[in-house]
């Protein structure tokens, strides 16, 4: 007799149903438990600190290229102040950018829309999460005006500089920026479970496990990678909050503690973190690629077989980062086995891009520009991480600039074209009207480009021995003759964050058109596309909620009149 | 708030609710493996951390064991009465679980109070800083957890929700598993 725990239905009861009538404006942009709603939150708190973690580049690029000019727009650049703005740079960059837009944005609007649900399965948790996240947000961003200024000791927040205020020079900020990015965490643990069980148990009749889209699987195998990697490091800023405030010594080698310790615990989530944001943009990328070459996937099942064995393989690879913080030399042999070893997986993923465009017949769109230019430059990330994941040439190689430009070739494609990808492809469903082309096609060169001249000098920098988060190179002799590469890459940065402004005019030009968007304007298959530009609340009239016939891949199918073949179209 | 079809759906067969509290759990173990392994790496590094470990009342510790154990207990009669629909009775069954968490928290604040003012505190030694940091935690879940079954007792007692009594049930039983793990690492290994 176990009816009252197996039934999941349950009566809607209690008074305080909400849905179409008129809500205050409170109530709909700030208290809405609409996924929809809460995902363009997600989205433009993410573009407003992209905004921030790139002006931030601006000033301490501007630093390293003329040192000790008056930035323009900031003033002098004092070196602590050098040290705060690389450190939330990069914080912010991937905690409150690329796993906000990638992951909480893009996955709360389409998970629901693409397994023909109507929200999440848990709503108001949603809401919490996103509240939580801005929280967190506001702390970081407040972190900065704190007395001694923001933290100072680099993302990676290696102790016994981030434990002691004495080092660190900015104890205040060091705990609100670890509180800050413990909150993050919460905030995408609680969205992660929203995500895994809407993925479980909301989907479409008819909708079997190969026939989600590959975006929602890889949201979701992201969200339990995140889920099982992050725990030790929730134990571990525990820890570290304690040495910081309550004076323990978990990581003080003179009491007894290790900071080798932290170094494990933050790798350990850390390594993964990257499969957490790079399987959210392959899933667009490959999304987008079979909808523009018109051509069904290549290997679907592979392709999750695929997703599923790089988030195993990425739990083993965490010391590749540590193979000069005095680990057992035997022990860097095994991790960079098992680095080099993750690489395959990692090429069969471009390699299944690059035979779904083999025959097709391609469309270069905007969104099309972005997820190709992603293959192409996150290939350069890909295999310049090899030198780094090889311990011998690493112990030359790390902690300089090769590094910096390695992962920037990985997280760039993966947050900002990815991110753009998505955008660009999903804008006319999610807000009704079309990006205009041109200007598209204008900033995505203009961002492309510039990008290479960031980072093709820094890599040069990098094998000539420059170390990183070094305030003023020209204190080191040796380094000085290569100031022109500096220079190069600071020019190149202003002009892509001036291309910027061609995205944002677009944006705005879109949002106020009054052209409405068609209900399926790229010809796509999935099940988004099956409802009005933007869609309504519930997505779709309860009584025609979607039921699938076939997987999302099915373009180009003989002997059909179009070239493509919705999800839920009866055969 | 209207429940959303997204809800009602279980297309893996599993209760939605009964899938998300696995997921919270599997998020938690991660949370409490990664301390507890920092924890018994050190203490294998530290064969001196024995000293302080011996100083810990184990008495207290079983006492709280068996505290626990006993709520877990009552946490099952309280799903049993649910499965049958009986809301009130179940609500009483949560009223005792919470009681036991009170009662656990009880003697954990003496045993704190006693150790503390005998000089031993979080800065004390490695041993100290992770015996305070895991029962810390440990002790936060379970204030959580009796929040969370007060409002399921409420909600239980006017007969809704029901199934949530198996669910808060489910949090309760690995709230006391970590305990089951942290008294003998924390307690009785000298």
């Known amino acids: 007799m176990a009816q009252a725990t197996t039934a999941p239905v349950q009566d809607t009861h209690g008074h305080d149903t909400h849905g179409h009538h008129d809500e205050g404006w409170f109530k709909k942009y700030f208290w809405s438990t609409d996924h929809k709603m809460i995902a363009k939150q997600y989205l433009w708190t993410s573009i407003f600190m992209a905004v921030v973690g790139g002006l931030m580049a601006y000033v ?6 003329f040192p000790g000019i008056e930035v323009p727009g900031f003033g002098l650049v004092s ?47 949603n809401r919490l999460s996103f509240q939580i996240f801005l929280i967190s947000a506001i702390l970081i961003l407040a972190s900065l005006f704190v007395q001694g200024g923001g933290f100072g000791g680099a993302w990676t927040s290696y102790p016994p500089l981030s434990a002691n205020p004495e080092y660190n020079l900015t104890g205040l900020g060091a705990s609100i920026w670890l509180i800050a990015v413990a909150l993050e965490f919460v905030a995408f643990l609680l969205g992660g479970i929203n995500f895994i069980v809407t993925l479980m148990n909301s989907r479409a009749p008819g909708m079997k496990a190969y026939d989600i889209p590959v975006t929602v699987w890889m949201i979701v195998i992201a969200s339990i990678l995140f889920m099982l990697s992050v725990g030790p490091l929730i134990a571990g800023a525990i820890m570290l909050l304690f040495d910081q405030t309550l004076n323990t010594g978990f990581y003080d080698p003179a009491r007894g503690g290790d900071p ?11 390594h993964p973190e990257v499969y957490v944001v790079l399987l959210p943009a392959i899933g667009f990328v490959i999304d987008i690629i079979a909808t523009f070459a018109r051509k069904k996937l290549f290997g679907y099942k592979i392709m999750v077989y695929t997703a599923v064995a790089t988030a195993v393989l990425s739990f083993f690879v965490w010391a590749h980062h540590q193979f000069i913080a005095g680990i057992d030399p035997r022990m860097a042999n095994v991790f960079t086995v098992t680095t080099l070893l993750i690489s395959v997986p990692i090429a069969e993923l471009l390699f299944v891009i690059i035979a779904t465009l083999y025959g097709g017949s391609i469309k270069f769109t905007t969104p099309m520009l972005w997820a190709l230019s992603f293959v192409a430059t996150f290939l350069i990330g890909g295999v310049t991480g090899i030198f780094l994941g090889a311990s011998g040439s690493d112990i030359y190689l790390h902690d300089t600039y090769f590094v910096l430009a390695h992962f920037h070739y990985t997280f760039f494609p993966i947050a900002i074209i990815g991110g753009f990808a998505a955008f660009t492809y999903w804008f006319p469903k999610m807000f009704g009207t079309m990006l205009d082309e041109t200007l598209g096609k204008i900033h995505f060169w203009g961002t492309v480009i510039p990008f290479q001249f960031i980072f093709i000098p820094l890599f040069a920098l990098g094998l000539g021995g420059q170390h990183r988060r070094i305030y003023n190179f020209q204190n080191f002799p040796e380094l000085a003759s290569m100031q022109p590469l500096r220079v190069t890459a600071t020019l190149a940065l202003i002009v892509m964050i001036l291309f910027q402004l061609v995205f944002f005019w677009n944006l705005f030009r879109s949002l106020r058109s009054k052209e409405k968007a068609p209900m399926n304007p790229w010809k796509a298959n999935t099940l988004e596309w099956t409802t009005p530009s933007p869609p309504p609340h519930g997505n779709w009239p309860p009584d025609q909620m979607p039921k699938v016939y076939r997987g999302p891949y099915e373009y180009s199918v003989p002997d059909r009149d179009t070239d493509y073949w919705p999800q839920n179209e009866p055969s | 708030m209207q429940k959303p079809i997204a809800t009602t759906r279980s297309a893996s067969g599993i209760p939605t609710g009964r899938l998300a509290i696995w997921w919270l759990l ?80 009880g003697i954990k604040s003496y045993e704190w109070w006693y150790e503390i003012s005998h000089g031993y505190t979080i800065t004390s030694n490695g041993f100290w800083s992770f015996y305070y940091t895991a029962a810390g935690l440990h002790a936060a879940h379970v204030i959580a957890g009796a929040i969370a079954m007060g409002f399921v007792a409420k909600d239980a007692a006017q007969g809704k929700e029901l199934q949530r009594v198996e669910l808060v049930g489910i949090y309760w039983h690995f709230v006391d598993v970590v305990w089951i793990f942290l008294f003998p690492l924390l307690y009785i290994a000298k």
């Open chain 2, 26 to 105: 599997a998020s938690e173990i991660v949370i409490f493996g990664g301390l507890l392994a920092c924890y018994l790496l050190f203490r294998l590094g530290h064969p001196e951390w024995a000293d302080a470990a011996a100083v810990t009342n184990t008495a207290i510790g079983a006492t709280n064991t068996f505290v626990l154990l006993t709520s877990s207990f009552t946490a099952v009669l309280a799903h049993q009465a649910a499965e049958r629909g009986d809301g009130k009775k179940a609500a009483r069954f949560l009223v005792f679980t919470i009681i036991g968490a009170c009662l656990f928290l």
């Open chain 1, 260 to 270: 080798i310790l932290w170094q494990h615990l933050f790798w350990f989530f850390g």
């Open chain 1, 79 to 125: 070196p602590g102040e050098y040290n705060a703005l690389i450190t939330n740079h990069g914080s912010i960059m991937i905690f409150w950018v690329a796993m906000p837009m990638l992951i909480a944005a893009w996955g709360n609007f389409l998970i629901p829309l693409m397994i023909g649900a109507d929200d999440m399965v848990f709503p108001r948790i």
């Open chain 1, 60 to 65: 301490f690029r501007m630093q390293l290229a």
